[in-house]
């Protein structure tokens, strides 16, 4: 049995605060789409770390960490990654299995990213320059290498050839800001390392541990409006983010898919380009960035920001089928006089509760309902029943225009920040 935790806005929800507090209930927890773009911070006993590939069940010692077949994996920064969770993991490498089927970002991938980005100009796509979508474009179009591959005789030379076409693109893009030699000398002696891991047939391994009745959480990466499908399409990732992901990207029959979480912001941010409708330019906007400490776990880019946008949400949760909804940085609104929340768009002056097709060329006006602030000193040690009436009502209408329970409440980025209903 599979259950599932994806964000349902544009990323950076708070998925491995969330992945971290339900991991002690799974038996694994697995990635299943998406790489280095991502950047899942978690706080315990006063430490923070932010994970990029490896899955948010690390720090916990009975669970097993799983990077799936969907996941694009950067060998040199998964090394550095590990060699910032190792003196708190030192049994990792027992607890982390690593698909064989996961596709490899390559120095050139990070290239190409880079030179597509700078060759669109205005119109780039904001991409985090990891190299993923040239290394899913790499996968989709058949010419992709794979983690099993580093174990054959031909990895070399196919490694080779890859890198040759790689350098006839980056050529006609003009692109020249780059030190290959440098890149290629990291990225061999991180293939070397991750040789030293547990690479896996991880279907066989999922269809076990489901077939012996565990526990399996699959962690979701970026967020629902940044799905390659049904986001803000072309300002997307590369991958499936939605449930409908983990099927493919773990090799799981949809009948193994148990419960939806669904996790989202009390507001909404997004980093990189492209449509935002509630998005606040103004003072607000800042208020929130600078309580909400809004800016990326990876990047360190600024996070644009902006009111909660029910109408993008309830799509979000009817593309996943989400079962439950959890509630994160409730916190950050503390004080705030008065909150506006989206519950419908005005496109040419005609309403509706619908996302239109193409946001990206569309006009849209969000039509906004006010609710009044709650108390600055707001937080959960007295439980739900016990909190302000205005954060109470705020909970509340979300839940009935949703049509879903908010089972958990985040206030704040610590483990024992969080409150389960
Ligand atoms: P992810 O990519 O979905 O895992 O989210 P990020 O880690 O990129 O961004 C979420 C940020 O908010 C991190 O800095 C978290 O430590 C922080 N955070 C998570 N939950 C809360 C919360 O309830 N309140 C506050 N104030 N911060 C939170
Ligand atoms: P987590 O898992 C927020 C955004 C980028 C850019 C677009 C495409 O931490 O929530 P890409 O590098 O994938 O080609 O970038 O997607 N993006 C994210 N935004 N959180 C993320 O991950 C993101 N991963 C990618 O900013 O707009
Ligand atoms: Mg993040």
Redesign the pocket.
Known sequence: MIDVIL?LQW?????????DYLTPNYDLVARFQGGPN??????FEGK?F??NTIP?GIFRKNTLNLIGNGVVIDPVRLKEEIGRIVNECPDYSSRLLISKKAHLILPTHRILDAASEASKGEAKIGSTLRGIGPTYRDKIGRSGLRVGDILEADFQKRYDSTVSEHLKQIEFLGYTQFDLEAEQKSFFEAIEFLKTHQLVNSEYLIHDMISQGKKILAEG???SMLDVEFGTYPYVTSSNTLTGGVCTGLGVAPKHINKVYG?F?AYCTRVGSGPFPTELDDEIGEKMRQ????F???TGRKRRTGWLDLVALKYTCMLNGVDDLI??????LNGFDELNVATEYSINGEKTSQVPANLCSTDVEPVYQSFPGWSSDMNLSAGFDAMDDSFKNYVEFIEKYIGSKISV??????RD??LSR
């Open positions: 964000g990323g950076d929800e708070g998925k491995g605060k969330i992945a991502a950047g899942h911070s978690l706080e923070k932010v994970l948010s990466a970026q967020g996790i912001k309580i909400g400490n809004e990326g776990a990876t509630m994160m940085k409730g916190d950050v409440i985040s206030m704040g980025p610590g920040e969080t």
